[in-house]
C-alpha cells in the first residue's frame, strides 16, 4: 500500500535559505546569492525501501529510504534547469530536515539544513 504525506516549508524558517555561487565568463567567483526555499513537497512510498517526492514545480525525485532517512536515488537528477546530486531528508513523523546539493545554470545551489513540517 502506497502512503503519502505533504510537507512544506514556510518563508518565516529563516534557516531554510539556499547559497547560490555563480562565476563571471572567466570564472572567477561572483559574491554569492541567498534565496528563500518554500513550497510545498509530496512524499509518496513507491516500495519497501523507495520513495517519490514531487515539488510544486512538478519535478519528482525519486529516493532510497533507510529508517526514517532518504537519500536521493540515482544521485544526480534532473528537471528543468535543475540538476541535483545530494538530497537527504531525514524525520521523526512532524518535522522533515534536508540537505541538499546541485547546479542550475552553472551555478552551484547549496541548502545546508532546511526543516519542512507537516501542514
Request: overall charge neutral; aromatic content about 6%.
Amino acid at each position: 500500500m502506497k502512503r503519502q504525506a505533504a510537507w512544506s516549508a514556510e518563508r518565516s524558517t529563516r534557516s531554510y535559505v539556499a547559497t547560490v555561487a555563480c562565476a563571471d565568463a572567466e570564472g572567477n567567483p561572483l559574491p554569492p546569492s541567498y534565496e528563500p526555499q518554500v513550497g510545498s513537497i509530496a512524499i509518496e512510498r513507491t516500495g519497501a525501501h523507495t520513495a517519490a517526492a514531487t515539488d510544486g514545480d512538478g519535478c519528482t525525485w525519486t529516493f532510497a529510504v533507510h529508517g526514517n532517512t532518504a537519500l536521493l536515488d540515482p544521485p544526480a537528477q534532473r528537471c528543468g534547469p535543475l540538476t541535483l546530486h545530494h538530497w537527504a531528508l531525514a524525520g521523526d513523523g512532524g518535522h522533515a530536515f534536508e540537505v541538499r546539493s546541485g547546479e542550475r545554470a552553472g551555478c552551484r545551489v547549496l541548502l545546508t539544513i532546511g526543516e519542512r513540517t507537516r501542514p
